[in-house]
């Protein structure tokens, strides 16, 4: 991520705000601007896990995803054996 910062100007619950400005006064949270920013970051990963579970439900039903999926798990079948220990010896 980039170190550029924007201020934004956004509408939180009034209870919301008081009760981040007393996690903030009590030292749970540095700021409420790092909280903030924290949950947004916490959320974004939500929404990225999501979408990237959606693409891999939509694979699972290309026939052509399945193909080269398994054709790849054949081809590195005996380096995954030799990294799990259970090569088998001549």
Do not use: H
Request: with cysteine; glycine share 2%.
């Amino acid at each position: 991520m980039t170190n550029k910062t924007k201020n934004v100007t956004f509408s939180l619950p009034i209870d919301l705000m008081e009760k981040y400005k007393n996690y903030a006064k009590s030292n749970y949270i540095v700021s409420v601007n790092a909280a903030v920013k924290e949950a947004l970051e916490e959320y974004a990963v939500k929404i990225e896990k999501e979408q990237l579970r959606k693409e891999m439900m939509i694979a699972a039903q290309d026939p052509l995803f399945i193909q080269d999926l398994e054709e790849c798990m054949q081809a590195f079948e005996p380096s995954d054996r030799e990294a799990a220990g259970r090569q088998n010896k001549w």
